[in-house]
T-cell receptor, first 112, second 114 residues
Framework: TQLLEQSPQFLSIQEGENLTVYCNSS?????LQWYRQEPGEGPVLLVT?????EVKKLKRLTFQFGDARKDSSLHITAAQPGDTGLYLC????????????FGGGTRLMVKP | ETGVTQSPTHLIKTRGQQVTLRCSSQ?????VSWYQQALGQGPQFIFQ???????GRGNFPPRFSGLQFPNYSSELNVNALELDDSALYLC?????????????FGPGTRLTVL
């Protein structure tokens, strides 16, 4: 059974601070996605990383895929209240098509 | 382009009843996956349908079943509902079933079992 562990589970910070969310596994993934979910809504895709060591930037968000494709991180610079939400990482196994294994999520609150 | 839609948005059932949830995939998408998200947790994979055939299944009992129709819309059926089935049920569609075929999620159906 593949598992993805996310940390921290909860994060409450002030506007303007930086933060990093981690997603770790002992399994290799062919791709890894980061989603953001608002209450009462489905997850919305932020980014997909597929190559070991890959770094992608989306405005103030920086995503990194580990060299061994077992872990990933999401770094937010100068967080804003609009960044508040549940951040989920999800991995697709090399032998299971695009069926996703999700982490438990990181609930982020950015206070003004 | 219409995104993934799900119906109903909310549903209340009692233990032992049966429920059917519906999903319309995004235009052009032939693969639909269903996930269960309990409160405060990440989604868990239930099963996936590709071109009307079940393509994979997570660790869920047989009372969770599904269908995919020729227009690629899909249904999730749950029999003999249990209290622990209370969750947000998410449907996601993708262009294909390959490892880099991105899944796009619908808003979910919130099921409460009393």
């Amino acid at each position: 059974t593949q598992l993805l562990e996310q940390s921290p589970q909860f994060l409450s910070i002030q506007e303007g601070e930086n933060l990093t969310v981690y997603c770790n596994s002992s399994s290799v993934f062919s791709s890894l996605q980061w989603y953001r979910q608002e209450p009462g809504e489905g997850p919305v895709l932020l980014v997909t990383v597929v190559t070991g060591g890959e770094v992608k930037k989306l405005k103030r968000l920086t995503f990194q895929f580990g060299d061994a494709r077992k872990d990933s991180s999401l770094h937010i610079t100068a967080a804003q209240p609009g960044d508040t939400g549940l951040y989920l990482c999800a991995g697709a196994s090399h032998n299971a098509g695009n069926m996703l294994t999700f982490g438990g999520g990181t609930r982020l609150m950015v206070k003004p | 382009e219409t995104g993934v839609t799900q119906s109903p948005t909310h549903l209340i059932k009692t233990r032992g009843q049966q429920v059917t949830l519906r999903c319309s995939s995004q235009s052009g998408h032939n693969t639909v996956s269903w996930y269960q998200q309990a409160l405060g947790q990440g989604p868990q994979f239930i099963f996936q349908y590709y071109r009307e055939e079940e393509n994979g299944r997570g660790n869920f009992p047989p009372r969770f079943s599904g269908l995919q129709f020729p227009n690629y819309s899909s249904e999730l059926n749950v029999n003999a509902l249990e209290l622990d089935d209370s969750a947000l049920y998410l449907c996601a569609s993708s262009l294909g079933r390959g490892p880099v075929d991105t899944q796009y999620f619908g808003p979910g159906t919130r099921l409460t079992v009393l």
